[in-house]
């Protein structure tokens, strides 16, 4: 009830203490940020893969064990991700227009 209460004021006091908590020099451009999350994800899905394959392993001795509800379904179906195939472009025909069939 307080926090609704006194919102800005919470609000302010928290970014005031971020703000003060905050390597501004010690922090990643936008680039360098970019390649850091891409490699961690990288990372984790590599993680999550052999996880899925242990659960494949164990599913297939007869164990009883579940893939976890929050694991990436790319991991636990073995997908890889591959470009999508270019489509050859259509050329618009104007005038278009709509004939009658079977009249």
């Known amino acids: 009830m307080l926090g609704f209460l006194f919102k800005t004021q919470t609000l302010k006091a928290v970014d005031a203490l971020i703000d003060e908590n905050t390597d501004t020099n010690a922090a990643l451009s936008p680039e360098?940020?970019?390649?850091?999350?891409?490699?961690t994800a990288a990372e984790v899905l590599l993680a999550e893969r052999h996880e899925a394959n242990l659960m494949w392993k164990a599913l297939d001795q007869g164990l009883a064990v579940s893939h976890r509800p929050?694991?990436?379904p790319i991991a636990v179906l073995g997908l890889v991700a591959a470009p999508a195939?270019?489509?050859?472009s259509v050329?618009?025909?104007w005038p278009m227009a709509i004939e009658r069939v079977g009249v």
């Open 32 to 39: 360098p940020r970019e390649r850091a999350t891409a490699e």
């Open 70 to 72: 929050d694991a990436d």
């Open 85 to 88: 195939p270019t489509r050859p």
């Open 91 to 93: 050329e618009p025909q």
